[in-house]
C-alpha cells in the first residue's frame, strides 16, 4: 500500500512568511508524530498526535509551530513568521495501534533565506 | 535534546567486514529502536529490542541492549555496498510517554 507522504518535498520562504507543511499518513494509522531534523543531526521530537488530539506538543520550539490533524488523518504543520533557524527538515511518521515502529515520509525541506 | 548518543561518529569498512556501532542514552525506556536513514529511503525501521530483552536478531542484524549501562549496540554482519547510510538509535521512554528520541546517528559507509 501507499506509504506515507509529504508536500512540498521543498519549501523556499523569505524571513518573516507563514508556511504550511502537509502529511498524509498510512491509512488507519493512529498515531503521527512530526519531527525536525537539522542537518548531521537525529530527528528531533516536534508532537505527537493520536488519532485528532495532540496528546504532546513538547518539542515544539516556539509559539510560533502549529500543528493540527482535525479529522485524525491528514496532518498540517504550521510555522508562522519564520526565521533562519527553522530551516531544516521536516520529517512526518505514522505508527498503527498495535506497534512501536514508525513509518516515515520522505520529509520536506524548508530553507528560509 | 537528543536522548541517545551512537558511538562512532562515522565508519569506514570494507565489503564482507562486520560494522559495530553503539548507542548510549540517559533515561530509563520502554524500548529502544535502531533506525536507517539515506537519501534513496529516507528513514526506515530496522529494529526493535524491548527493556526487558537482552538480545535480538533480524537477518544480517543483531542488537543487544543493557539496560545497567544504559547502552546498546547494533551489528551488522557480511556488510554490503546498500548498507551505506546514517543509523540512528531511538528511544522510547517508560511511563507510557509516547514521543521517541533520536541519537545523534553514526554514519557508516560500506566500500566495495
Known amino acids: 500500500g501507499a506509504g506515507v507522504s509529504q508536500s512540498p518535498r521543498y519549501k523556499v520562504a523569505k524571513r518573516g512568511q507563514d508556511v504550511a507543511l502537509r502529511c498524509d499518513p498510512i491509512?488507519?494509522?493512529?498515531?503521527l508524530f512530526w519531527y525536525q531534523q537539522a542537518l548531521g543531526q537525529g530527528p528531533e521530537f516536534l508532537t505527537y498526535?493520536?488519532?485528532?488530539?495532540?496528546?504532546?506538543k513538547s518539542g515544539l520550539p516556539s509559539d510560533r509551530f502549529f500543528a493540527e490533524r482535525p479529522e485524525g488523518s491528514v496532518s498540517t504543520l504550521k510555522i508562522q513568521r519564520t526565521q533562519q533557524e527553522d530551516s531544516a527538515v521536516y520529517l512526518c511518521?505514522?505508527?498503527?495501534?498495535?506497534?512501536?515502529?514508525?513509518?516515515f515520509g520522505p520529509g520536506t525541506r524548508l530553507t528560509v533565506t | 535534546s537528543q536522548q541517545g548518543e551512537e558511538d562512532p561518529q562515522a565508519l569506514s569498512i570494507q565489503e564482507g567486514e562486520n560494522a559495530t556501532m553503539n548507542c548510549s542514552y540517559k533515561?530509563?525506556?520502554?524500548?529502544l529502536q535502531w533506525y536507517r536513514q539515506n537519501s534513496g529511503r529516507g528513514l526506515v525501521h530496522l529494529i526493535l529490542i524491548r527493556s526487558n530483552e537482552r538480545e535480538k536478531h533480524s537477518g544480517r542484524l543483531r542488537v543487544t541492549l543493557d539496560t545497567s549501562k544504559k547502552s546498546s549496540s547494533l551489528l551488522i554482519t557480511a556488510s554490503r555496498a546498500a548498507d551505506t547510510a546514517s543509523y540512528f538509535c531511538a528511544t522510547e521512554l517508560s511511563g507510557g510517554y509516547q514521543k521517541v528520541t533520536f541519537g545523534t546517528g553514526t554514519k557508516l559507509q560500506v566500500i566495495p
Open positions: 533515561t530509563s525506556i520502554n524500548n
Open positions: 511518521a505514522s505508527r498503527h495501534r498495535d506497534s512501536r515502529e514508525q513509518y
Open positions: 491509512s488507519g494509522h493512529v498515531s
Open positions: 498526535f493520536q488519532n485528532e488530539a495532540q496528546l504532546d
